[in-house]
């Protein structure tokens, strides 16, 4: 009697130890507790009985710091998001929950926010990080555990070319909105001098740098200067600017509050320029309500059509500033990330309580999603986004109208 008793005991001990070693392994399956669950035509079903499968979806981005304001709105997108995947009911028997992960946008803290999602077997996808240096520290972390990710808003050509296979993006990367930046200053506002500020960031000197070279490849005189993400007082590059009086001043700075800092003082020294920011400069209340009217007539890039003027967006975004009362640049691209990532989830399906993180990952390779920004979302095979442009937008009184959009032939 006791030795069956010790036979039941070991073959308990088996079981668990095989459910642990199966989160482990070169493919990650992560382990949920629920009803048996099967993927069929790209279409989930539940098997009656037992209680509902919980999963997580981690939400990685500069929730504090200096460039929290956008990074609280998308988190705010992404829970968005997944309330709604949850109250549509694509999943019967599965609820998702949004895991935070604030990086503050320092890369040392998204390594760990990283590691964090990984540990945690209930995550199966990862919206964000945001920025551009987040996401490269991240990257090794999550590709290790086929942990896939996809950021609304790091743009570093360099992200896509470290051959990790979990990397995805829905915005253009900078070898895209350089170019098209440098097309739109020459060809519409006919520029001929242009001077550029950046901030030494991954994401400042990358757009940075892709705008001075296509701005001097169509003949361009370029001077430039750089900053520090702390300053404050600018006065010793705007006397630069003013003494080269270029056609453009373009900023490429991650946080708004900083680029309308640079136009408020360039008024306040009695100077003006036209100004242009890349993306990192495209909110309503850094850029436009917080600068006093410095920025009235400042052109910025939108990483996807301006959600306001999408009728596809319409009924999104008045749902959410019902909840919200503003918006911010990536607002529609993080409800679009996160939606896109479920939607490759829901593709794999949950069986026997458990999802496969490298199928999940897989899955966001081979995508091909329309949603509210009403273009279709695909990825190349180093996760790039396979088709689309950018979009030219301008402060018009207290908001963003859309201009044109740019593609590159």
């Known amino acids: 009697m006791r030795a069956k008793r010790y036979l039941v005991l070991c073959i308990a001990f088996v079981v668990a130890l095989g459910l642990v070693v199966a989160g482990c392994g070169?493919?990650?399956?992560?382990?949920?507790?629920?009803?048996?669950?099967?993927?069929?035509?790209?279409?989930?079903?539940?098997?009656?009985?037992?209680?509902?499968?919980?999963?997580?979806?981690?939400?990685?981005?500069?929730?504090?710091?200096?460039?929290?304001?956008?990074?609280?709105?998308?988190?705010?997108?992404?829970?968005?998001?997944?309330?709604?995947?949850?109250?549509s009911g694509a999943m019967p028997g599965v609820t998702f929950?949004?895991?935070?992960?604030?990086?503050?946008?320092?890369?040392?803290?998204?390594?760990t926010v990283a590691q964090k999602f990984v540990d945690d077997n209930a995550i199966v996808g990862v919206v964000g990080p945001m920025t551009s240096a987040a996401v490269l520290s991240a990257l090794p972390i999550l590709?290790?555990?086929?942990?896939?990710?996809?950021?609304?808003?790091?743009?570093?050509?360099?992200?896509?070319?470290?051959?990790?296979?979990?990397?995805?993006?829905?915005?253009?990367?900078?070898?895209?909105?350089?170019?098209?930046?440098?097309?739109?200053?020459?060809?519409?506002l006919g520029v001929k001098k242009a001077f550029i500020i950046d901030d030494k960031s991954t994401y400042g000197k990358g757009l940075g740098d892709q705008v001075d070279a296509a701005l001097q490849a169509g003949g361009v005189t370029v001077e430039r200067q750089q900053i520090a993400a702390e300053d404050k007082d600018f006065s010793s590059v705007l006397t630069k600017v003013k003494e080269a009086a270029p056609d453009i001043l373009f900023t490429a700075l991650p946080?708004?509050?900083?680029?309308?800092?640079?136009?408020?003082q360039m008024k306040s020294m009695g100077f003006e320029v036209q100004i242009m920011g890349g993306d990192g400069v495209n909110d309503p209340t850094e850029f436009i309500a917080n600068a006093?009217?410095?920025?009235?007539?400042?052109?910025?890039?939108?990483?996807?059509?301006?959600?306001?003027?999408?009728?596809?967006?319409?009924?999104?975004?008045?749902?959410?500033?019902?909840?919200?009362?503003?918006?911010?640049?990536?607002?529609?691209?993080?409800?679009?990330?996160?939606?896109?990532?479920?939607?490759?989830?829901?593709?794999?399906?949950?069986?026997?309580?458990?999802?496969?993180?490298?199928?999940?990952?897989?899955?966001?390779?081979?995508?091909?999603?329309?949603?509210?920004?009403?273009?279709?979302?695909?990825?190349?095979?180093?996760?790039?986004?396979?088709s689309g442009g950018i979009f030219i937008i301008q402060v018009k009184g207290d908001a963003f109208t859309q201009v044109k959009g740019i593609t590159l032939e």
């Open 26 to 87: 070169e493919s990650t399956t992560t382990t949920a507790t629920g009803p048996a669950t099967s993927a069929t035509g790209g279409e989930t079903t539940t098997t009656a009985g037992a209680e509902a499968v919980s999963l997580k979806i981690g939400a990685a981005g500069p929730f504090t710091g200096n460039l929290s304001k956008i990074g609280l709105d998308a988190l705010q997108s992404v829970q968005f998001a997944v309330d709604d995947f949850n109250a």
């Open 97 to 111: 929950t949004v895991e935070v992960g604030d990086d503050a946008g320092d890369p040392a803290t998204a390594a």
């Open 143 to 188: 590709n290790d555990a086929n942990l896939g990710m996809l950021t609304q808003s790091a743009t570093n050509d360099a992200l896509a070319e470290g051959g990790y296979t979990v990397f995805h993006r829905i915005c253009p990367a900078d070898a895209v909105q350089g170019p098209s930046i440098a097309k739109f200053l020459i060809g519409d």
């Open 255 to 264: 946080a708004p509050s900083q680029a309308a800092a640079v136009a408020k």
């Open 292 to 386: 006093g009217g410095a920025t009235e007539g400042a052109y910025a890039t939108s990483l996807g059509p301006l959600a306001s003027a999408l009728p596809t967006a319409k009924e999104f975004l008045d749902r959410y500033i019902e909840k919200y009362q503003v918006t911010s640049a990536f607002t529609a691209q993080s409800y679009e990330a996160t939606m896109v990532l479920l939607n490759a989830i829901k593709s794999v399906g949950v069986k026997d309580g458990k999802v496969d993180r490298k199928a999940v990952n897989d899955a966001l390779g081979q995508i091909e999603y329309t949603g509210i920004l009403d273009f279709p979302i695909s990825f190349t095979p180093e996760g790039n986004l396979a």
